[in-house]
């Protein structure tokens, strides 16, 4: 009896997981959700519905309940031309490559909740109104790319320099705290997702002065513990493991990769070795973290095992690393021993988890080249990669490379990252949402 119903729990608790995509990185944190989603679509075939969305975003969908959460920022009016001050400013904080688009006009910072059975929206609510200090990537950034994040009870959209909105699943504010303005390297902008974990609300702020790490109590906003970080400007979100019974919470980013107590935001150990510009998020297995930087500048891949403590650099704890094929925007997908990842011109590569080989390597996913910022997920031995170009390229898993179909939607383009809940796959593009649905 004890073994049935063991393995009823598992099943329940898979069932559950399958039903919801609460946070950016799916149920498990590595981009996997159990059972199944639509193989191919198009224009006319498998979309269940449609929905316009205002604004700039590129924060990915949430989905809970019957509904799917999303932000954006919806610019109200432009302010009167006034003369730049990026010309004082260092030059790691100057507009460049891309950067600073978007200031000199008013935001209102939206959360749209959509009713996943119909597409209708549920409820709209402008957290704040306000003029965004800094800017943002020309081509791949908005004041909206901070993912929600959800427990079932409330929503939490995180806007960075604009504050923490909390909301229960009808629309009405719980609580919201503000926080001062960020400074990040080249004004590409804010984007790190919120993290929730028991009663924790964990939000990184890796930007070029004043970096932390802060954990609020998720049902009022108070602070539990903040820890002073010495990083540079960087994405990745925290990652929360358990091993030998104690939560950690680590933490990607330039200079250290590094682990933190749960409960009390003590140090519990720290790895140099990734270059610059982390963003993707870290997921762990088996009692291993992997962790990626993919940026031109020394990009690298460390597999940590867990249980150290202090500086691990250079120790036996470092099972393994790769230089070769790493992604700087997407994060990987961990699934049945094998870490996938791309490029953002769109080459793949897959590598046994446990000893870094790879079964292939910096593939191309088709004849003509892919753009990607978005990250895949995986589903019933399928990934999927949504693309600049529209297409939603589905890969079988596994040691060999199978492409198994390519859906195209005209005139999109996808940088959010999809969401799979109860078998419908969720793709975001500029202005619309998508909710594709098998027959």
Sequence with gaps: ????????????????????????????????????????????????????????????PVVSGDKVFLTTAVLTRTLPKQETASSELPAEQRPGWGGGAGTGAEYEFQVIAIDRR?????????A??????EGHHQRYGSFASNSPVTDGA??????????VYCYDMDGNLEWEKAFPPMSMAFHFGEGTAAVLHDRFLLLNFDQEKDSHLLAL????????????RDEPTSWAPPLVV????????????????????LNSGAPIWECAGLGTNVIPAPVAANGVVYVMSGFQQDPNLLAIKLGGAGDLTGTESVLWSNRRGNSYTPSPVLAEGKLYFLTDSGRISCLDAATGAPYYQQQRLGAAPYNLKA?????????????????????????????????TLTDQSFVASPAVADGDLYLRSQNTLFCIRGE
């Design 1 to 60: 009896m004890r073994v049935n119903r063991a393995i009823l729990l598992l099943l329940a608790a898979s069932t559950i997981a399958a039903a919801h995509w609460r946070q950016w990185r799916g149920p498990n944190a590595n981009g996997t959700v159990p059972g199944d989603a639509p193989l191919e679509w198009s224009d006319s075939k498998n979309i269940a519905w449609k929905a316009s969305i205002p604004g700039r975003g590129f924060s990915s």
């Design 118 to 126: 119909t597409g209708k929206t549920a409820w709209q609510r402008t």
């Design 128 to 133: 704040t109104t306000a003029v965004p200090h």
């Design 154 to 163: 409330h929503l939490y959209a995180f806007f960075g320099s604009r504050g």
């Design 217 to 228: 109590d998720k049902n009022t906003g108070e602070e539990i513990w903040r820890v002073r």
């Design 242 to 261: 358990e091993h030998d019974g104690r939560k950690q919470v680590i933490v990607s980013a330039s200079r250290r990769v590094r682990a933190y107590d």
């Design 375 to 407: 990250s895949p997920v995986a589903v019933n031995g399928k990934l999927y990669v949504a693309t600049e170009e529209g297409d939603t390229v589905v890969v079988k898993m596994g040691e060999k490379l199978e492409v198994l179909a390519v859906n």
